[in-house]
């Protein structure tokens, strides 16, 4: 019976990590270039890769989600919604949450 629940947890944790890591490269993806350093940030290209890379050894080279390059990968995800997703959005960065759009597009 624990098995069975440990597995669950398991599969859980992986699709989670999962629609994290691709929510995560989906956004960056559409965010304009100039926004990153803007922000203050690094590089859209080195986001881009860090997302990336994390999202293919989920995919691809070890699915269990503690395994430790996809804890880094998780944690690398995270981090660019929590800290580096709200400052491009407030530089302007994507199609909502900047200050000159009213609701059927700019002023």
């Known amino acids: 019976m624990f098995g069975d629940f440990q597995a669950l947890l398991m599969l ?14 989906f956004d960056a993806i559409r965010v304009p270039t100039d926004a990153f350093p803007a922000a203050g940030k ?7 890769g860090i997302l990336a890379v994390a999202l293919i050894i989920e995919l691809a080279v070890f699915p269990s989600p503690l395994f430790f390059g996809n804890l ?3 944690v690398g995800a995270a981090v660019y ?3 580096v997703r709200p400052a ?8 909502r ?8 597009g700019s002023w």
């Not at 690094?42 to 881009?48: A, D, Q, R, V």
């Open 81 to 83: 919604l929590v800290d």
């Open 97 to 104: 949450g900047s200050s000159n759009d009213g609701p059927y």
């Open 88 to 95: 491009v959005r407030a530089m302007g960065g994507g199609r």
């Open 12 to 25: 859980g944790l992986a699709i989670a990590a999962l629609a994290m890591k691709a929510y995560a490269v």
């Open 42 to 48: 690094l590089t859209k290209p080195i986001w881009l």
């Open 72 to 74: 880094l990968g998780t």
